[in-house]
């Protein structure tokens, strides 16, 4: 009999495993459909020796120092701080827009009080902020609206920005200075020996049993336990009752290079043309030593895994009903990206599944997850 089963072994599954076994010394079967850990930031070398990124690229930042200090239990850090350049008019320009963007893009030479001023020339005042769309154009007009976000938005997510939740295009800023960081978070990194090798480490414990390949469906008659957390689609386990939520996925082609590095940096973004919406070499992010080069192209599809919960009205209210729903399942914690239905980064997922560990076992967050960082 097992305390918990944990079903996926993504972030959400591996955090809550990890810190159940070790913290309160329960006994835990984790398992995953996919024949991995790591869930979606599952890392592995391919055919030519490169460390690459299964599901697409993953970059770490975080601003909780907690969060940061307890993965920092299960890994060092490679210093990373990620660039991404955006394609358009046939030039590279920094994305988010900052100055050099402006000047790059309109051939001027404005200081950051002017480029402030010009960019308030340019916005279309909102009353409300409400869309995607009202957010960049509430900021920096319609033009760079137009050649920036519209049309990647359009590939990536299937939608206009006019029909997505403000948040999507928000998690992008506007910047009037010449700071190039995709994030500018506190801590950022990679870690050193890759996401597997962390995962592997968390779930090393001998109060930790893994199944991988196996589904829930599988085993939910087979397995004894006491209490279930479920990281996979929260539609899914109660089938579908009340309709389908929405994902995106992605198809991810992979092309290797017999050359050290062919991108300036490690993402470069292709809003307006191409079928793919970015490019990602690896070897920026990792920092490999390897004769040849890997780069992935995403294209957003809506067949396949469910990669994107998408934030628009029509699912925030189908997914309130499965979560009250969720509500009367006793024993039943649902978790992660696909177990809340949220837009959440890793370290979000890290900091959710801290926090509901500790709410099942009654303890308080930070001083549960502390303890044990330090070693007390
Ligand atoms: P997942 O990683 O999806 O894990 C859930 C697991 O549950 C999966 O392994 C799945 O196989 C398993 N599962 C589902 N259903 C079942 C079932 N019925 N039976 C058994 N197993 C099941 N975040 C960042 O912070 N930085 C980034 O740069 C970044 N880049 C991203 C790029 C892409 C392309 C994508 C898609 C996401 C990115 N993210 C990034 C987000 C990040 O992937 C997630 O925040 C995080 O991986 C979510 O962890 P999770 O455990 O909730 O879900
Ligand atoms: N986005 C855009 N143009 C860009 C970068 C981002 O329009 O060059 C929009 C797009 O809608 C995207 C969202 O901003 O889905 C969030 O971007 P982010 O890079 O955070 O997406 P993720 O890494 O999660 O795919």
Redo the contacts with the bound molecule.
Sequence with gaps: MYDFLI????????VAAERLATLHNKRVLV????D???????DHLDEHGVLI?K????????NSQLVWRYLSQFTEWRPYE?RVLSSVNGKLLPIPINLDTINGYYGTRLNAEEAERFLESLAEPREQIRTSEDVIISKVGRELYEKFFRNYTLKQWGLDPSELDSSVIARVPVRTNTDDRYFTDEFQGMPVDGYTVMFERMLNHPNISTMLA?????VRNSVQYREMI????ID??FDYRFGALEYRS?HFRYENHDANLVQPVAVINHPNEHPWTRVTEFKHLTGQKHSSTTLVY?YPTNEG????PIPRAVNKELYLRYRTLSEQAPGVYF?????TYRY??????VAQ?LALCDRIMGTRRDYAALQSVDGA
């Design positions: 079903v996926g072994a993504g972030f959400a599954g591996s398992i995953d459909k996919r991995h850990v790591g869930g979606n930031a599952y990124h599901y697409g690229p993953h970059i770490f930042h975080t990620h196996t589904d829930f469906q599988a479920f990281t996979g689609p899914e386990f992605l995403e895994d469910p990669y994107y978790s992660g990206r696909l177990g959440y980064n890793m370290d979000q997922v599944s």
